[in-house]
């Protein structure tokens, strides 16, 4: 007799390769009879409403299942089955806000979604005002973002070319961690610091003592937000690049600058550009850092250097936060056009990144 | 403890590629059976097609029958989990759980199955590892990781698993590929003393060891790439190596082939 | 990587003349060496490396962009500090214990304790009710679904993290605001004796609402980083747990989460690090109280993000600098939170590179 038959009453001999399974009759019927004994129980006694129902019914069916598939199949087979009802129950807990989100963006957002909405600004409009739009809002977006990524992408890039190409020893390995941690810094964090950094100690230099709100603040809080994902997708990408390609160039005597320029940078481009395009999309989304340094002013302000800003996510908050009942239609339009602008930036960098060859 | 096996008509298939076509063969209780051919010429597939490791593998199905002791395991109403406990595999590469210390890997079959005493599974557990050879060399070290030892000992520490659960039958899929020459030996040693408990099946590149291990010897091979292996020739391992029926058999044999 | 050319040659060997990046032709006659050095071989002497060229400007630009981060975080720590010392100096409370807020007195008197407090009680919360959720569709993402189906759904998950926070505030104030309330009021009446659900209204804004919103924001992190790992977890690993006769959940729990443990902890970190720093969608959707209570259902709830984004409009120059002094906090806690996160990651990351 062997240990396991011994000790675990487990069959090891070829009678007892079979098994009984739970017949999917009775699986179902355990469904059925949980939930009606969850209805009974729930509104006879009338502590909750349907989704009570549901949820002891959901319950209620993993204890009945449990318990039958025990009797019928064994411990181990009904802890089996028991687990994948879980994790498919997690995915569909998971995907119910989702739905919720996209549907309450569609309805709700589609009320405003006009033109006027798309080209007016909410100079003027007062509290009975219907009208009132985000043109200003998308200019700040788009301007402060545009700065950002002029700022964030050569340098980003830049400092994944030292990570990958030139960074040796101690010093390469704590920028790159400290790199990993900074993709990790609050982006009120970065406000705070632009704002304590930029708008209260430099710009008064140049406003005649007196700290100054700007677009071009708040991009600089973007540039700090954008440049650690950017540095590190660059890096991904430059390290995907094969070592032969670049030994080639250098057995041709040309020299490591123009080998990084000429051979390494193209060949991993559009690993680059997906990447640029997801910090792009994450920081067209941020709403703290330019709340806190660009002002936010209702006026269209194309300048980013000169007077108050706002920015789409920004403009989200402030109509969120505004008494009037047709603030609220704006507010949900406005989240309607942040969310199609950074979802289409996303999807087209990972469009893109599946048709890169380097990632395959 | 040992049992008999009996395929029937076995073809397996990876979605539509046919891998294997048609392959019948009796393994008796108690022997050891080389399976040898070509790359690519199935003997693999066959081999997990017997404690139903094939269909892991996503598209994976098999055609056929495929007894132990004249139980179809392919039947509809076999647990799988049951069938593997009693054909226990050893694969190609070591494999011991990165994560475990050797007496956790040795016993983690056991524990899978629900022992649960102490002095069961050490007691079990040094059975084994005697078994496999290893005991000596790791008997001070049983709490350490079981990816410290050195690939052949790793390959015996998996093999112990493998024992430890006490099965019918133990598949091995070419052992010894990604050893050293003495862990080799060590290894076709350690299968001789199995011989008397456990009925063997190896898959095995190499002809030297199946010429040395087996009782008998099933050659496997294909036409062309793209086709299903077929068993070519099964008979005594002393028979196929020195007069192969099968003219394809004595091309492998003698090296003009493969 | 081997050595490149520029790393094998002595950088300090410039010669006169040698600055302008030009190549000198080998055996030209004109020997650019020093004395010193007198060429090998017999033909004439190697270009000499100049002390200005391209190349060294070309690496300084790039190394001074690498630093770059280590500045930033350096400077981070230094204006928050410079910009929080004048107020926490006009302080008249304990800056660390005290619950109220009040910097723009004249007699300033502020505290971070029940803001610190209610942002790691909604971060933990938060992690409560994601981390199971999140771990069961990395699973399914890894090993349940079939690929037609884990495709696009991972894909989808990925989306959710590009979502923008100031939606998820706006959805969670505008649409599970109700949910919420009915299911506080329900719990209050059948389980007001369990002090987390006690009190009497209102309810609704609370910190249950916002952890709920939070679970949601960090779900898609921990999912795609677990997700991530259980996918690494070598497949002859699997397949010895299923040779043992173990079931699919057994092989999982034997071979799948062990491996990926290290990754899971750190992957709940950073979620926990996003969860701490979260600012918009907790202004939205908390009542911004200064209570210290673990009562999760009444109105009420804040944390030091979200205190900056209510508070900062009205803030004075004490008052901003009280701010900042409370982010400094907040800085300093992700920071922990993050490197500890990042060094579970190296560890494992060199673990596997030295198993393979």
């Known amino acids: 007799m062997s240990v396991l038959e011994r000790e675990a009453s487990v069959g090891m001999t070829p009678e007892h390769i079979r098994s009984q399974r739970l017949p999917l009759v009775v699986n179902i019927g355990i469904g059925v009879l949980a939930l009606v004994l969850s209805a009974v129980l729930v509104l006879s006694t009338g502590i909750g409403n349907w989704v009570l129902v549901v949820v002891l019914g959901v319950?209620?069916?993993?204890?009945?299942?449990?318990?039958?598939?025990?009797?019928?199949?064994?411990?181990?087979?009904?802890?089996?089955?028991?687990?994948?009802?879980?994790?498919?129950?997690?995915?569909?807990?998971?995907?119910?806000?989702?739905?919720?989100?996209?549907?309450?963006?569609?309805?709700?957002?589609?009320?405003?979604?006009?033109?006027?909405?798309?080209?007016?600004?909410?100079?003027?409009?007062?509290?009975?005002?219907?009208?009132g739009g985000a043109y200003h809002a998308i200019v700040g977006t788009l301007e402060q973002v545009g700065i950002a990524a002029l700022l964030a992408i050569p340098l980003g890039?830049?400092?994944?070319?030292?990570?990958?190409?030139y960074g040796r020893g101690k010093f390469a390995l704590t920028v790159r961690f400290f790199v990993d941690v900074m993709t990790g810094i609050p982006s009120i964090v970065a406000g705070l610091f632009v704002l304590a950094f930029w708008v209260l100690i430099v710009s008064p230099w140049f406003n005649n003592g007196v700290p100054r709100f700007s677009g071009f603040a708040a991009a600089l809080a973007l540039t700090v937000l954008m440049l650690p994902t950017i540095v590190r997708s660059t890096e991904e990408m430059l390290r995907l690049v094969p070592g032969p390609l670049r030994e080639g160039a250098y057995a041709l005597g040309v020299p490591?600058?123009?080998?990084?320029?000429?051979?390494?940078?193209?060949?991993?481009?559009?690993?680059?550009?997906?990447?640029?395009?997801?910090?792009?999309?994450?920081?067209?989304?941020?709403?703290?850092?330019?709340?806190?340094?660009?002002?936010?002013?209702?006026?269209?302000?194309?300048?980013?250097?000169?007077?108050?800003?706002?920015?789409?996510?920004?403009?989200?908050?402030?109509?969120?936060?505004?008494?009037?009942?047709?603030?609220?239609?704006?507010?949900?339009?406005?989240?309607?056009?942040?969310?199609?602008?950074?979802?289409?930036?996303?999807?087209?960098?990972?469009?893109?990144?599946?048709?890169?060859?380097?990632?395959? | 403890m040992a049992k008999r096996i009996e395929a029937s008509n076995v073809s397996s298939y990876y979605g539509s590629f046919k891998a294997i076509d048609n392959v019948s063969m009796t393994v008796e209780p108690k022997t050891i059976t080389a399976l040898i051919g070509p790359s690519g010429c199935g003997k693999s597939t066959f081999l997990r097609s017997i404690n139903?490791?094939?269909?892991?593998?996503?598209?994976?199905?098999?055609?056929?029958?495929?007894?132990?002791?004249?139980?179809?395991?392919?039947?509809?109403?076999?647990?799988?989990?049951?069938?593997?406990?009693?054909?226990?595999?050893?694969?190609?590469?070591?494999?011991?759980?990165?994560?475990?210390?050797?007496?956790?890997?040795?016993?983690?079959?056991?524990?899978?199955?629900?022992?649960?005493?102490?002095?069961?599974?050490?007691?079990?557990?040094?059975?084994?590892?005697?078994?496999?050879?290893?005991?000596?060399?790791?008997?001070?070290?049983?709490?350490?990781?079981?990816?410290?030892?050195?690939?052949?000992?790793?390959?015996?520490?998996?093999?112990?698993?493998?024992?430890?659960?006490?099965?019918?039958?133990?598949?091995?899929?070419?052992?010894?590929?990604?050893?050293d020459p003495i862990s080799t030996l060590a290894i076709e040693d350690l299968m001789f003393k199995l011989k008397d408990r456990f009925t063997i099946i190896i898959v095995t590149h190499n002809m030297q060891q199946a010429a040395r291990v087996s009782d008998k010897t099933g050659f496997f091979s294909i036409d062309k790439t793209g086709d299903p292996g077929r068993l070519i020739e099964y008979d005594d391992t002393q028979k196929i190596f020195s007069n192969p029926s099968e003219k394809k058999t004595e091309d492998y044999i003698t090296g003009r082939f493969g | 990587?081997?050595?490149?050319?520029?790393?094998?040659?002595?950088?300090?060997?410039?010669?006169?003349?040698?600055?302008?990046?030009?190549?000198?032709?080998?055996?030209?006659?004109?020997?650019?060496?020093?004395?010193?050095?007198?060429?090998?071989?017999?033909?004439?002497?190697?270009?000499?490396?100049?002390?200005?060229?391209?190349?060294?400007?070309?690496?300084?630009?790039?190394t001074a962009a690498g630093a770059m981060v280590l500045v930033i975080i350096v400077a981070i720590a230094i204006f928050l500090v410079s910009k929080a010392m004048p107020a926490l100096q006009e302080n008249t409370e304990n800056f660390l214990t005290y619950k109220r807020w009040f910097p723009n007195d004249a007699n300033p008197n502020f505290g971070i304790a029940a803001l610190a407090f209610g942002t790691v009680l909604s971060s933990v919360l938060?992690?409560?009710?994601?981390?199971?959720?999140?771990?069961?569709?990395?699973?399914?993402?890894?090993?349940?679904?079939?690929?037609?189906?884990?495709?696009?759904?991972?894909?989808?998950?990925?989306?959710?993290?590009?979502?923008?926070?100031?939606?998820?505030?706006?959805?969670?104030?505008?649409?599970?605001?109700?949910?919420?309330?009915?299911?506080?009021?329900?719990?209050?009446?059948?389980?007001?004796?369990?002090?987390l659900?006690?009190?009497?209204?209102?309810?609704?804004?609370?910190?249950?609402?916002?952890?709920?919103?939070?679970?949601?924001?960090?779900?898609?992190?921990?999912?795609?980083?677990?997700?991530?790992?259980?996918?690494?977890?070598p497949g002859m690993n699997e397949e010895a747990a299923l040779a043992l006769g173990a079931t699919k959940w057994e092989m999982i729990r034997t071979a799948v989460l062990p491996y990926g443990r290290p990754g899971v902890i750190a992957a709940v970190m950073l979620g926990l690090g996003r969860a701490l720093g979260e600012t918009i969608a907790l202004a939205l959707t908390l009542s911004a109280t200064f209570d210290i209570s673990f009562n999760l259902i009444e109105s009420g709830g804040n944390t030091i993000a979200a205190n900056i984004a209510n508070t900062f409009a009205e803030a004075n120059d004490t008052g901003r600098g009280a701010l900042i002094a409370s982010g400094l906090v907040l800085f300093a806690i992700t920071l922990v939170v993050n490197m500890a996160a990042r060094v579970i990651i190296y560890r494992r990351r060199e673990f596997r590179d030295n198993a393979a």
């Not at chain 2, 790793?154 to 091995?172: N, S, Y």
């Not at chain 3, 010669?15 to 080998?26: K, L, N, Q, Y």
């Not at chain 3, 916002?210 to 259980?230: Q, W």
Request: proline share 6%; glycine share 10%.
């Open chain 1, 59 to 131: 319950v209620l069916y993993l204890v009945g299942l449990l318990a039958a598939a025990t009797r019928v199949e064994g411990r181990r087979s009904a802890r089996n089955r028991l687990w994948r009802s879980l994790v498919y129950a997690a995915c569909v807990l998971a995907v119910l806000p989702l739905a919720s989100v996209v549907w309450t963006l569609v309805s709700k957002g589609a009320a405003r979604f006009d033109g006027d909405f798309f080209l007016t600004s909410m100079n003027n409009i007062g509290a009975r005002d219907e009208n």
């Open chain 2, 52 to 179: 139903r490791m094939h269909e892991v593998l996503p598209n994976a199905r098999i055609e056929g029958r495929l007894t132990i002791d004249d139980q179809n395991i392919y039947d509809s109403d076999v647990d799988v989990t049951a069938v593997r406990r009693m054909i226990g595999m050893v694969f190609q590469r070591p494999n011991p759980f990165p994560t475990m210390s050797i007496f956790d890997n040795v016993v983690a079959g056991l524990r899978l199955n629900g022992v649960k005493r102490k002095s069961t599974l050490e007691e079990s557990a040094e059975k084994s590892l005697r078994a496999a050879n290893l005991w000596d060399e790791v008997k001070d070290r049983l709490g350490r990781p079981g990816a410290g030892l050195s690939g052949g000992q790793q390959q015996r520490l998996c093999i112990a698993r493998t024992i430890a659960v006490e099965p019918q039958v133990v598949l091995m899929d070419e052992p010894c590929s990604a050893l």
């Open chain 3, 197 to 233: 659900f006690g009190g009497n209204g209102p309810f609704g804004r609370s910190v249950l609402l916002g952890s709920l919103v939070l679970a949601i924001m960090v779900l898609p992190i921990i999912t795609s980083l677990s997700r991530e790992v259980f996918q690494q977890t």
């Open chain 1, 256 to 360: 490591q600058w123009k080998t990084i320029l000429r051979v390494v940078l193209p060949t991993a481009l559009p690993g680059i550009i997906t990447g640029i395009m997801l910090a792009i999309a994450r920081a067209a989304g941020e709403t703290a850092p330019v709340l806190l340094v660009a002002g936010g002013a209702p006026f269209i302000n194309f300048d980013p250097f000169l007077g108050n800003q706002s920015s789409l996510a920004l403009f989200v908050y402030q109509q969120a936060g505004d008494a009037s009942k047709y603030a609220q239609p704006r507010a949900w339009t406005a989240a309607l056009t942040l969310v199609a602008l950074v979802l289409i930036l996303t999807i087209a960098a990972k469009l893109l990144a599946r048709r890169n060859r380097l990632s395959r």
């Open chain 3, 1 to 62: 990587m081997g050595d490149y050319p520029s790393r094998s040659v002595d950088t300090d060997a410039g010669g006169p003349g040698a600055t302008d990046g030009r190549d000198w032709a080998a055996g030209s006659g004109v020997s650019p060496s020093s004395p010193g050095h007198p060429p090998l071989g017999g033909g004439g002497a190697l270009p000499k490396k100049s002390r200005f060229s391209t190349e060294s400007g070309f690496r300084a630009l790039s």
């Open chain 1, 157 to 165: 890039v830049l400092g994944a070319i030292y990570l990958v190409e």
């Open chain 3, 126 to 195: 938060a992690l409560l009710m994601a981390v199971p959720v999140a771990l069961g569709i990395a699973l399914f993402l890894s090993h349940y679904a079939p690929k037609r189906l884990a495709t696009p759904l991972g894909f989808t998950i990925d989306l959710l993290a590009a979502v923008p926070s100031v939606v998820f505030g706006l959805w969670g104030r505008d649409v599970l605001l109700s949910p919420v309330r009915d299911f506080s009021e329900w719990l209050n009446k059948y389980f007001g004796w369990i002090p």
